[in-house]
């Protein structure tokens, strides 16, 4: 908030533009809320672990070695071994890229899918509302991890079925958000300007509607991406998606989940902390981004 | 009132509508041939062409829809492959079980989130109201199941202070003859004391677990609402008027504060009938959600659907439930209609 305000009453503070207005920007982002800074940290973690995991790993995370099997955490094995003797630091942190790239993925779609639907129907409204409308009605009407479990056992039992599924039941939210910024917007007088001016529907909705329904849409992003996770973590660990011994952060819970009865509790909680700093970290950031895009829904 | 309930009624046809249309396209889009995917993995050529025949598959497609509608106001959802079991008797059986412990992880929920909520907004800023907001964000980031292993570690292996998270009940103890289907309810019914106290040390840990993730929407939307209902206007007047501050809370902003909250049971209702799936596998529990989930392994297609569809339904008279109960609290949207 300090950093708008300096700029604000600097008398010859001219815009920054390109490359110097966007570092401006993430610092204001960054260094405006502490909480905000701390899961932005978080994120770069997380985005490192995605990229360079298997790098950076001290053991291969499929390595069995049953001399070393359910170790409790040490200087070797930071986060102990599992039943199987593999290291589970290891195996956490080549995780990260599987749940994040199924997070990634269904979100962007969802993003693509959704926005322009939503748009669309809010846009021009009579027939593209209403199907719109009801297509996510439909889905609206299913408990959304029940819909997610059935489309996965439908479709069949793979990751690209996971990012399809969380994709579908996450359709609606996006739709509903995308439809009403477009519906206030679809007679403002800057549309109707650039209508005047014989801009075609099409050209309007992407150069004025798109650009500023765009943020909100952002906030959407983050904020769904953590659900994503959670979802895909959920559906793998009732045993869809993702099969042993590929490391993926819910079977390894659900592996682990077999040995906190016996009170061997590092092969679950390492793996469940990760997941769940992960949604965090996306919760957090959402609601930073949010507050500075749409500071009237902060809460 | 009863034109209201027949209105709202009508209201669910089409989401039902969309239910049985969305779950009969579900068996047909499966990849490769649906026969041989309702008749298991080790089928006999002749015995998939049985099931083909069996399930219509030979037929056109509305054909097929028609057949299926048929089948489903007969209540026959097909029979389970692992069981031989009719689908419709195991998710009836199973029921009440899934039931019991959404029902009470709800109600756990509802006690601690809406009083929080209510402290948290009329002392905004204290320490209540950060503790709310720390329930809020760390709520919604822990994965349901994650939540219930660390209880079973904590509360099981290290306090020992809960039995084993092995099903509805321990070995030890026999059900209750069956009323409702619930065991805290049989059992008090069969002044079983000694059982109803057993049901309700297996039931604690898994309620608790839905309570937890149910309790950062509830206490997030009681706070919100009960905020914008204090500040307005006739709040101003009633304590203008001199009126307790306990008579205003509760009888003026509490009642209206409270709609934003039933609306939001909706979404709750969606949440807990999915996390019900995850919980019941971490506590085998043997309701519905397990059921599910063990077929879905053994590639059981049939109870997977029954399942799907099952849930889709209750969440729409659920859904259906919320709404009439708002029109119970509140009057004006009886007026309108």
């Given at each position: 908030m300090t950093a708008l305000d300096t700029t604000a009453v600097e008398p010859d503070a001219r815009p920054a533009t390109g490359l110097s207005a966007t570092l401006k920007h993430a610092r204001h982002v960054v260094t405006g809320n502490p909480i905000t800074g701390f899961s932005f940290t978080l994120f770069i973690l997380l985005v490192v672990c995605a990229l360079f995991g298997p790098f950076l790993?001290?053991?291969?995370?499929?390595a069995t070695n049953t001399a070393v099997a359910l170790k409790p955490p040490s200087l070797h094995h930071l986060m102990g071994t599992d039943q199987l003797g593999r290291d589970l630091l290891s195996r956490v942190i080549v995780a990260t890229r599987l749940d994040m790239a199924v997070a990634v993925f269904s979100v962007a779609l969802v993003f693509v899918l959704g926005g322009i639907s939503g748009i669309a129907a809010g846009y021009f409204g009579g027939w593209t509302d209403r199907l719109v409308g009801r297509l996510s009605d439909t889905i609206m009407a299913f408990p959304l991890f029940v819909l997610a479990m059935g489309i996965v056992a439908a479709l069949g039992n793979t990751v690209t079925n996971i990012i399809i599924a969380t994709t579908i039941i996450n359709y609606p939210l996006y739709v509903r958000i995308a439809r009403a910024e477009a519906n206030v917007r679809r007679n403002a007088g800057f549309v109707q300007a650039a209508r005047l001016s014989g801009n075609g529907e099409i050209r309007i909705l992407l150069t004025q509607i798109l650009p500023i329904i765009l943020p909100i849409m952002m906030v959407q992003m983050s904020l769904t991406m953590g659900y994503a996770i959670l979802n895909a973590a959920g559906l793998s660990f009732i045993g869809l998606g993702v099969r042993p011994p590929t490391p993926e952060w819910g079977i390894m819970v659900a592996e682990g989940a077999a040995f906190i009865v016996s009170g061997e509790w590092w092969i679950a909680l390492f793996p469940g902390l990760a997941l769940m700093l992960a949604v965090f970290c996306f919760n957090l950031l959402g609601d930073g981004l949010r507050d500075i895009v749409d500071p009237q829904r902060r809460t | 009132m009863r034109s209201i309930v027949l209105k709202r009624l009508a209201t669910a046809i089409p989401s039902l509508v969309g239910v049985i249309v969305i779950s009969f396209l579900l068996t047909r889009v499966l990849p490769g041939d649906t026969a041989s995917y309702f008749a298991g993995p080790a089928a006999t050529p002749q015995a998939i062409a049985e099931v083909r025949k069996q399930l219509g598959l030979d037929k056109s497609l509305p054909e097929q829809f028609a057949r299926y509608v048929v089948d489903l106001a007969h209540g026959d959802l097909g029979n389970s492959l692992t069981t031989g079991q009719p689908v419709v008797t195991e998710i009836a059986n199973r029921l009440p079980a899934s039931g019991e412990l959404t029902l009470l992880g709800l109600l756990f929920a509802l006690g601690i989130a809406v009083p929080l909520g209510i402290l948290a907004a009329i002392r905004e800023g204290s320490w209540i109201d950060h503790l709310c907001r720390v329930i809020v964000t760390t709520g919604v980031s822990l994965p349901v199941f994650f939540t219930g292993l660390l209880l079973v570690y904590l509360f099981y292996f290290r306090l020992g202070w809960s039995p084993a998270p092995l099903g509805r009940l321990d070995v030890f103890y026999s059900a209750p003859p069956q009323v409702t289907g619930f065991y805290l309810i049989d059992s008090l019914i069969a002044r079983d004391f000694e059982t109803f106290r057993a049901a309700l040390a297996q039931l604690i840990l898994p309620a608790a677990t839905l309570a937890i993730f149910s309790l950062a929407p509830l206490s997030r939307i009681t706070r919100g609402s009960m905020l914008a209902v204090m500040g307005s206007d006739f709040v101003r007047t009633a304590r203008a008027s001199g009126l307790t501050p306990k008579t205003v809370i509760l009888t003026y902003a509490f009642r209206n504060a409270m709609l934003p909250v039933i609306t939001t049971l909706g979404m709750v209702f969606s949440f807990l009938l999915g996390a019900n799936v995850l919980v019941e596998k971490v506590f085998a529990w043997p309701g519905i959600g397990s059921y599910a989930v063990e077929a879905l392994i053994a590639s059981d297609y049939a109870p997977v659907q029954g399942f799907v569809l099952a849930m889709a339904i209750l969440y729409v008279a659920l859904n259906l439930m919320i709404d009439l109960l708002y029109g119970v609290i509140d009057p004006r949207v009886r007026l309108e209609a």
């Open positions: 790993v001290p053991y291969d995370p499929l | -």
